[in-house]
């Protein structure tokens, strides 16, 4: 089984943006935990990172044929991009999609997701935890 692992816009700055909420690991320390966690499970997987929608869609659709489940964590594209929805309904590719905190107990704004339109499995507030969930899911 082959994954691929996208996180959007700011997932670059754990460590640095909002700790008490995001903790004090970096990106690195998450690519880390996410390649050992998956290596663990016996499944491969590749960690993408971009602030930009138009790319993340694009690995979206090239993602097609290449893999057999998506993890996503769009940061807050989650509550505002039909374009990554669209991309996912488009490659049929399963879905899971994950945060790492609980977004429907922060900000009004943050309760609705796009991207659960398409997803079939949503895990938040777990940090780290919830991209192992996400992985052992696809197994399962």
Do not use: W
Not at 45 to 53: A, H, I, K, P
Not at 68 to 88: E, K, M, Q, R, W
């Amino acid at each position: 089984m082959k994954l691929l692992v996208i996180n959007g816009v700011n997932l670059n700055m754990l460590g640095i943006r909002e700790p008490e909420l995001y903790g004090k690991q970096d990106y690195k320390a998450l690519v880390k935990y996410v390649k050992e966690s998956a290596k663990e499970l016996g499944v491969k997987v590749d960690c993408y990172q971009s602030n930009y929608e138009g790319d993340i869609v694009t690995k979206i659709q090239k993602a097609i044929g290449k893999y057999d489940g998506i993890v996503i964590n769009p940061g807050a594209f989650t509550h505002t991009s039909v374009a990554i929805l669209d991309a996912l309904k488009a490659t049929s590719i399963k879905t899971a999609e994950v945060h790492l905190t609980d977004i429907k107990s922060r900000e009004e704004f943050r309760n609705f997701s796009y991207i659960s339109l398409y997803a079939e499995k949503v895990i938040v507030g777990k940090g780290f935890l919830g991209y192992k969930e996400a992985i052992e899911y696809f197994i399962k």
